[in-house]
């Protein structure tokens, strides 16, 4: 998977995306945070069955959100008879493409 950046600020702890200055505090020091994908928590989900004409045969799938270390994603959901909590590992893959150029998103997938 190719790693996603984070920054842990060195003064109030505040977990971003890498910019000049913390969101939360203003201060300018960071250190790289790592939240490991490789094991998550299922946090919430929902399945989407309604969907725009050019998706409608990936129809019914699920979107939902994961917790890794602290860091809370996004991201499309692969597996069947999901549930909150069960563990998941975060990959990126192709989750669509526009005029036949493929679109990469996070997918979370269910340990087994």
Known sequence: MREVSYVKCKRCGQIQFPRARCVKCRFDGFEEFHPGWESGSLVSFTLLHALPERARGEA?????????????????????????????????????EVGGAPIRGLILVPEE
Do not use: M, Q, T, W
Not at 81 to 96: E, F, Q, S, W
């Open 60 to 96: 019914p799938y699920a979107l939902g959100i994961a917790e890794f270390g602290g860091v809370r994603c996004f991201g499309r959901v692969r597996g069947k008879d999901l549930k909150v909590g069960v563990k998941v590992r975060a990959v990126i893959d192709v989750v669509g």
